[in-house]
């Protein structure tokens, strides 16, 4: 797992909340630091690829704004990398799980045209993402030789080839 040490507090609840997901997966999740924009292939080399291993970033903006270079990284140390948003997989890594940001900025709106038209913020409830998107890049996977089935494609949002 990718983590910004410079944005620690967002590294530290994503690495509480992903370990407590693998744990009745009995999958191990190792933080990885990535030490400023340049830090991509320090990290990827802590990294022993084998066929159980993958790699997950958290949002961050830093990883955001290089995610071509972390994508170039990844590929050529052979390593799946799921990413936070579509960007990332349009520059190379195999996919995303991600909330829909354009579902979240509609019900912006909404809450806005609310507050706008007399009711208190701290009367609406607070909303989760209800839209998740996934996306996946074939190229991607034939070089890593991944295999995807059929199934997660029908069930892909978009499919990069």
């Known amino acids: 797992m990718l983590i910004n040490p410079d944005n620690r507090k967002t590294a530290q609840r994503a690495i509480e909340a992903v370990q407590t997901a693998a744990g009745p997966l009995a999958l191990t999740v190792q933080p990885v630091e990535v030490l400023g924009p340049r830090g991509f292939e320090k990290a990827f080399a802590q990294i022993a690829p084998n066929e159980t291993a993958g790699v997950i970033t958290v949002l961050d903006p830093m990883f955001f704004n290089e995610r071509k270079q972390m994508a170039e990284v990844a590929l050529a140390r052979r390593l799946p ?45 607070v909303q989760q993402p209800v839209k998740y998107d996934v996306t996946i890049n074939l190229k991607t996977a034939r070089t890593l030789g991944v295999s995807v089935t059929p199934s997660i494609l029908a069930e892909s949002d978009e499919v990069i080839e």
């Open 81 to 125: 990398t799921m990413t936070t948003g579509d960007a990332y997989v349009k520059e190379g890594a195999l996919m995303s799980y991600a909330p829909n940001y354009l579902d979240i900025m509609r019900r912006v709106g909404i809450y806005v045209d609310k507050i706008i038209n007399g009711s208190k913020p701290r009367d609406l409830p």
